[in-house]
């Protein structure tokens, strides 16, 4: 198998696995604090493994300010799984999924208030289009408290994974599964204050489900995500990042049986579209490189570089 169609399916496995992730919280009936809680005790512990048998430790590049730059970027990245989560439960995966996806939006909002950065005039005109998707993949009428509110927690979750990938994109010489690694470790004493362990000690075949997420949607995905970057150009790892919500949507609807209408529908095109255009001009322009696992990679990125939740 040729290198690019290998890492062509490695990143579509990858995405399939996030799009499934959704099915993995709601099942496991913990609030989202405890999944998130158990999401980064079970991932990190997959992440160390796989770490210490790959050799990652040594020479692990990690300085206290590459450490502190990785620890905050898990603060952010461990809320905004806490808040996706709950869009979940206040929505529906799929309508939280789409409104997730403006996270590129926001990292140009963020490069221009807290860095300077002068938004095109290209760049503006996406946003429009995206806004206006958003208007209409969120279906909210007035007085509709629970789509706003789920409306709410998804911009939020994607406010801070665009806060993250700000953050751990400024990590250089690190491999990103030891970033990815601090910032699970990271959500372990911070949301231990805030999750409810004796509530979880009745969950029975939930924690199968908690424990799928961190070995499963923490552990194999990245490590399958880290794999493929090496081998595809950025264009191809951009196209390939929306794999994962149509999977979430298609799961969604059979499962849940929900799925948005038709109006709605209307809006995730512009989403997607708008998106990718913006994804793909920030990486050409070298504004957020694919992390590299070869070798001692001289850009290295955490999870939030990429789509997956």
Not at 21 to 30: I, K, Y
Not at 73 to 84: H, K
Not at 109 to 132: N, P
Not at 253 to 275: C, D, F, N
Request: proline share 5%; net charge positive; aromatic share 10%.
């Amino acid at each position: 198998m040729r290198n690019e169609t290998r890492g062509t399916v490695e990143l579509t496995l990858a995405m399939v696995l996030s799009g499934t992730l959704g099915v993995f919280v709601v099942e496991s009936g913990a609030s989202p604090f405890e999944v998130v809680f158990f999401r980064c005790l079970f991932g990190a512990a997959a992440l160390g493994a796989y770490s210490l048998a790959r050799g990652f430790f040594t020479g692990h590049g990690f300085t206290p300010g590459k450490l502190g730059l990785a620890a905050l970027g898990g603060v952010f990245i461990v809320f905004n799984w806490v808040f996706l989560f709950e869009a979940y439960e206040a929505s529906s995966i799929s309508l939280a999924t789409v409104v997730y996806h403006t996270q590129p939006f926001f990292l140009v909002l963020l490069g221009a208030v807290l860095t300077r950065e002068r938004i095109s005039a290209g760049k503006l005109g996406w946003l429009a289009v995206a806004f206006a998707g958003l208007v209409l993949v969120s279906g909210v009428r007035p007085g509709d408290t629970a789509s706003l509110k789920g409306l709410g927690f998804a911009l939020a979750a994607a406010v801070l994974y665009a806060l993250s990938t700000f953050v751990t994109k400024r990590i250089t010489g690190v491999r990103p599964h030891l970033i990815a690694l601090v910032q699970v470790l990271v959500g372990i004493p911070l949301l231990l204050p805030f999750t409810d362990l004796g509530a979880t000690a009745g969950l029975g075949a939930g924690w199968a489900w908690l424990v799928g997420l961190g070995l499963i949607h923490t552990g194999l995905m990245y490590v399958l995500m880290y794999a493929a970057y090496a081998k595809l150009p950025t264009a191809k790892i951009a196209v390939l990042a929306f794999t994962y919500p149509a999977v979430a949507m298609g799961v969604d609807w059979a499962v849940y049986g929900h799925h948005i209408g038709l109006v709605q529908a209307l809006g995730v095109p512009l989403i997607v579209l708008a998106s990718l255009r913006v994804t793909l001009v920030a990486r050409t322009r070298g504004d957020a490189p694919a992390p590299r696992t070869a070798g001692r990679a001289p850009e290295a990125a955490s999870p939030v570089a990429t789509r997956a939740a």
